[in-house]
């Protein structure tokens, strides 16, 4: 453990409010880990710290992820995969097929 001098400052931005999941919009810090963070020992405020980093990491990840999504559903049409269930269709060949089979030793 690292001799620390001064006391972690909190994360907190100003932004009071929470999301659906209960994180602060500001912080993302829990209703808990907000509460308490008086009561914190240095070591697990910079824990909370790094909790809060990961949160808003993956909140920014899905946000892209859904801005993506939406870009390619604008994009391309959306094809349905056919079901397992289906019987397999079967490959039509034509009489002005390209199929060479001069290649092929028997």
Avoid: A
């Avoid at 409010?17 to 240095?42: A, H, P």
């Avoid at 808003?56 to 946000?63: D, I």
């Avoid at 859904?66 to 959306?78: L, R, Y």
């Amino acid at each position: 453990m690292q001799l620390e001098f001064f006391d972690v400052p909190s994360p907190c931005v100003g932004v009071c409010q929470s999301n659906v999941k209960g994180y602060c919009l500001g912080c993302m810090r829990t209703r808990d880990e907000r509460q308490n963070w008086i009561n914190f020992d240095n070591d697990n405020k910079q824990k909370v710290i790094k909790r809060c980093i990961q949160r808003k990491k993956r909140q920014k990840n899905k946000e892209l992820n859904k801005i993506d999504k939406t870009v390619v559903d604008q994009e391309q049409p959306h094809v349905e995969q056919p079901s397992l269930l289906d019987p397999p269709s079967k490959p039509k060949l034509t009489q002005d097929s390209d199929l060479d089979f001069g290649d092929f030793e028997l």
